[in-house]
């Protein structure tokens, strides 16, 4: 391979990869090809990349797209994740889609602007997602008014009761 396709190789990875919110560095020691393929197909339909680099190479793209601290875990046959533009749903598909590819250890991650262990990985993958986390806050913030309406109607009913009178219905 010649400088300018190396150049080439470099600069459509870092194209792949720059802006990518979460990335994964795996040793893929021991897959078979078929198997790499068909993880590449799966994830390809999620909206996410992965591609099987020399290690000399992604280190150029990574340096190139601000990606930093990757450098060492990239190690013997390496593959590269890169996710969707929903960091913590790819983390669950990636999770889900290794249980049955053992061979596919991986090393570390890069999640927002931070290199991650590979055991941070699951912990990604565990996370709520924005939609999760979105339902969760505007459930707290209806809390508040439901609480203060039950108060008032409680508040109303024992007033009624000492007054001998029957409470209103609410419409």
């Known amino acids: 391979m010649n400088r300018t396709e190396k150049a080439v190789i470099v600069s459509n990875f870092a194209g792949q990869t720059k802006g990518v919110p979460f990335l994964v560095i795996a040793e893929i020691r021991g897959t078979k090809v078929s198997e790499v393929n068909q993880l590449r ?35 013997g046959m390496t593959g590269v994740f890169a996710s969707s533009p929903d960091a913590i749903a790819s983390a669950r598909l990636l999770k889900d889609l290794l249980k049955p590819l053992p061979t596919i250890k991986v090393r570390a991650g890069y999640f927002d602007s931070e290199v991650v262990a590979g055991d941070a990985v699951k912990v990604v993958s565990e996370l709520s997602t924005r939609p999760e986390m979105m339902a969760k806050l505007l459930g707290t913030l209806l809390e508040a008014p439901r609480q203060l309406v039950r108060a008032l109607k409680a508040h109303e009913e024992a007033l009624a009761a000492a007054a001998g009178e029957p409470a209103v219905a609410a419409e």
Request: aromatic share 6%.
């Open 41 to 75: 197909r799966d994830l390809e339909k999620n909206g996410m990349s992965f591609k099987v680099m020399k290690n000399t190479l992604a280190k150029r793209a990574f340096k190139d797209v601000g990606v930093v601290g990757l450098d060492g875990h990239l190690k």
